[in-house]
């Protein structure tokens, strides 16, 4: 079981910058990949940026360029660095972590932060 705290969100104009940190507890040792999905108002559920266990990183589209995701596995937290922020980004940022125990994966959730790119 792993919980996953989120911090972070708030309001911001266009042009700032926020970071999200996302604190992991529980089986801690056994997480594979961390990372930060998003739901904007009225949409599904979208990947942002993802750690994988293998060290690599991945962005939508969307954010390459201007958000940045760091590890820090010695304190069991991932960061959203989200620079040069945009109304589209506005969203419910969710932190996401995966297991795999047995061969069964497994994934969880954080409780959710909001973010708000408004002048």
């Known amino acids: 079981q792993v919980v996953l705290v989120e911090s972070g969100g708030g309001r911001v104009q266009p042009g700032g910058f926020l970071r999200l940190s996302c604190v992991a507890s529980g089986s801690i040792s056994i997480i594979g990949d961390m990372g930060w999905f998003r739901q904007p108002p009225g949409k599904q559920r979208e990947l942002v940026a993802l750690?994988?266990?293998?060290?690599?990183?991945r962005y939508s589209d969307s954010v390459k360029g201007r958000f940045t995701i760091s590890r820090d596995n010695d304190k069991n937290t991932v960061y959203l660095q989200m620079d040069s922020l945009k109304p589209e980004d506005t969203a419910v940022y969710y932190c996401?972590?995966?297991?795999?125990?047995?061969?069964?994966?497994?994934?969880?959730w954080g409780q959710g932060t909001q973010v708000t790119v408004s002048s």
């Open positions: 996401h972590a995966t297991t795999t125990v047995t061969g069964i994966g497994y994934a969880y």
């Open positions: 750690s994988t266990g293998a060290g690599d990183e």
